[in-house]
């Protein structure tokens, strides 16, 4: 599966303060293959496949509030939602959207070190889900921790890792989820990240990042390798 979203911001004109607030909107694209087998208590097995291309659910933030503790300190609130925007078939293995609202406050704490070049950054928020009508079926409650380490070099590259932790705290509810305990979910993921910024006398910036990330004690939710590459420029 691979996601490519567009994202605007508008940062409100809030003037000099210790408080910013901004609000955000992103359009994403989504491209899915899928493969499900099952194995019968004969060994015989059946294979099918499904695929699909699409715009994904749109996600936005109402407002983002940032809070500056000092120069090196920074505290960020946020509420993002995905709305069900895009097309969902019940009984389809590949579906672009997934049909239910996602809505997730977030609270984030930036600290910088070595006069700006050495960031540490932790993201914590929290995920709930309405039910899905056409399949009657809830995901629980899950909380996900995000961190962020990286060494910025006077040529504008940085370094460092990232890490993540999911853990769902509430059972699925609905038929399916009932036969399996609920179907509580979990997943850790730690890998680099690379980065590069550039910024112009007029204001104008532009920086760009690559992360990569190995998932590790999964259980009960999608497992991979994913990968991100990130542009963003201000104007």
Known sequence: MSLTAATGVYVWPTGPGKWNFAS??????????????????????????????????????????????????HVSFGLYVYAPTARYTPGKLANPGLNVWTVSPAVGYTHLFQKGTLEFSVLGGMDWYSRNDDTDYRNGLVLRADALLVKRTPSGWGFGAAGGWLQQVQD???????????????????????????????????DVSFRYLSEFSVRNRFEGDPWSVTLSAGF
């Open 172 to 206: 699925d509810d609905g038929d399916i989820a009932d036969r399996l305990d609920g179907f509580k979910g979990r997943s850790f993921g730690l890998g680099p990240v690379i980065s590069y910024g550039k910024k112009w006398s007029g204001g104008e910036h532009l």
């Open 24 to 73: 955000m909107l992103t359009v994403p694209y989504i491209d899915a293959d899928i493969t499900a087998g099952l194995q019968g208590p004969l060994g015989n097995q059946v294979r099918t496949q499904d695929s699909t291309s699409n715009l994904f659910d749109v996600y936005f933030a109402p407002v983002i509030a940032g809070y500056h503790i000092d120069q090196v300190q």
